[in-house]
């Protein structure tokens, strides 16, 4: 009898042995508010604990996820998503229309200062009420027209609007969570979440560990936890991955990784991302266009790649050509002659300029570009760079405040569609970080933004990156990077797309 039980015991065990996949964070979130959150270290997270009214597939075509349906008025400008009545929150409540409803209200509001409460705002009264100029949030196009269906507004026909939606800033938000917790609310424990999982804790600098929603309304996950611990250093990170504690690692230290190129172990993938400088206009001498050229002539990207060691794809412009393939030839070339020129037509002497510096965060890949960028615009346009490379905590703080005149930044796309790239340079974007501002810009992308795909749409984001790249050389594009990452074998039905969302619920762990 007692070897039956415990073969009986045993059995269950083993049954129920709970899995965990390992991945890297290479810093840690700024933040847990998915209305606020705006960098990638919050991306799979945020992602894997809430969902949208949509969601895009593999092949980044929309298919419905908390929206079961929803119907687009002859004229293209009202929206109307029926809810699934079937998915509660990780505490058991039901989801509903007013916790979408709440949650555009807060994005929306200034006292949020959302950066991203300006993908709204083709919304009817969405920017008048985020820019003070209405107080009235009825007056905003977004309404529950019953428990289980929204409808939004817009004040023009916008062809990726849909898109918008997939992005988390649009996710539902629970309005007695936040007044009950005030800014905590997104803290393990307080926070309650629709998604496969669910926060159960995060230690700052250390490691943070999802969980498994017994509440969520679809398939269940197959593995039990997540488990996110944050390593700033790559080398420390491909060790963990050699010894099996880590499942999945990205970036990767290429100059240590030759090793694992030709193993199962290596993918490659799409990836919708541009890195470039990202220029402060509003500090001398970058105030000045022409120096904003000279800029951007004296760096030979062709060389980058060998730099860097790892497949990317060096660049004069902003979008990647499979999204606006029109636009792969505007931007400015290597040219060091003519980059000294445009100093002297300015009457500048480089080698007067001092202190000036160039900012990146602390990593063995970002380490090699800023020492090749500060050589290249040293040789080619005699201006010496000071380099700064804080952990990545600090330098959005450096970069958000604009302290400094150079900063090596990366730009991914928050949807399949150009204008995630041409939009970030608005005047009301609260991501561009530039202090540069443009009227006829902004009336390009804005108009291209009300049009489907054509010539004429084709038109105006063609000026648009002129203006943006060409005439004021407001950044230097330097390479679109690619997806490369290392995940364990064993992993199967891992899902990373082109926005670099990366989805847990239906991976499994095979023998």
Not at 8 to 19: D, G, P
Not at 304 to 325: A, G, N, R, W, Y
Request: hydrophobic share 40%.
């Amino acid at each position: 009898m007692r070897t039956l039980l415990t073969f009986f015991l045993v059995t269950y065990s083993f049954a129920h042995a709970e899995t965990t996949f390992r991945m890297r964070l290479i810093a840690d979130p700024q933040t847990l508010d998915w209305n606020l959150a705006h960098t990638s270290m919050e991306t799979p997270i945020v992602m894997n604990i809430m969902e949208g009214l949509v969601e895009s597939d593999r092949k980044m075509k929309i298919r419905p996820k908390l929206a079961k349906s929803w119907t687009i008025s002859k004229d293209r400008k009202t929206y109307t998503f029926k809810l699934r009545n079937d998915v509660k929150w990780s505490d058991g409540k039901s989801m509903q229309a007013a916790d979408f409803i709440y949650s555009f209200k807060r994005l929306l509001d200034p006292l949020t200062a959302a950066p991203y409460a300006y993908m709204l705002f083709d919304v009817e009264g969405a920017e008048e009420f985020n820019t003070r100029k209405s107080n009235d949030f009825d007056s905003v196009g977004v309404k529950a027209l019953d428990p289980y269906t929204i409808q939004i507004k817009l004040k023009k026909p916008v062809g990726y609007f849909l898109q918008i939606l997939t992005f988390w800033i649009t996710f539902p938000v629970r309005e007695d969570v936040v007044a009950k917790h005030g800014v905590n609310w997104p803290r393990p424990g307080n926070v309650v979440v629709l998604g496969p999982y669910i926060p159960v804790s995060y230690q700052p600098q250390a490691q943070i560990t999802l969980k498994r929603n017994e509440k969520y309304y679809g398939p269940p996950p197959q593995v039990d936890t997540v488990v996110m611990p944050i390593i700033n250093e790559d080398s420390t990170a491909l060790n963990l991955f050699k010894t099996g504690q880590l499942d999945f690692v990205r970036p990767i230290n290429f100059l240590e990784v030759k090793e694992f190129s030709d193993k199962p172990s290596f993918h490659v993938d799409p990836y919708y991302r541009n890195c470039y400088i990202n220029i402060n206009t509003k500090k001398y001498p970058f105030n000045l266009p022409k120096v904003r050229k000279a800029l951007a002539m004296s760096i030979d990207k062709s060389k980058l790649m060998k730099v860097m060691h790892h497949s990317i794809q060096h660049t004069d412009t902003l979008v990647p050509e499979s999204l606006f393939p029109a636009g792969k030839n505007i931007g400015i070339s290597f040219n060091p002659v003519e980059a000294k020129n445009k100093l002297k037509e300015v009457g500048i002497d480089p080698t007067t300029l001092s202190g000036i510096e160039l900012f990146t965060y602390a990593s063995d890949e970002n380490t090699l570009l800023a020492q090749y960028l500060q050589d290249q615009v040293k040789k080619n346009m005699g201006l010496a760079l000071r380099l700064q490379a804080p952990e990545f905590k600090m330098f959005r703080t450096q970069l958000e405040l604009m302290t400094g005149a150079l900063y090596h930044r990366c730009w991914g796309a928050d949807y399949a569609d150009p204008d995630s790239f041409l939009s970030v340079f608005l005047s009301t974007s609260g991501n561009s970080r530039t202090g540069w501002q443009n009227e006829k810009y902004d009336a390009l992308v804005k108009k291209a933004a009300s049009l489907n795909e054509g010539a004429e749409r084709t038109r105006l984001y063609k000026e648009a990156l002129q203006i943006l790249l060409v005439d004021e050389a407001v950044i230097v594009p330097l390479y679109f990077d690619s997806l490369v990452y290392l995940l364990n074998p064993k992993v199967k039905n891992f899902v990373i797309n082109p926005l670099n969302y990366v989805y847990f619920r239906d991976i499994v762990f095979t023998k």
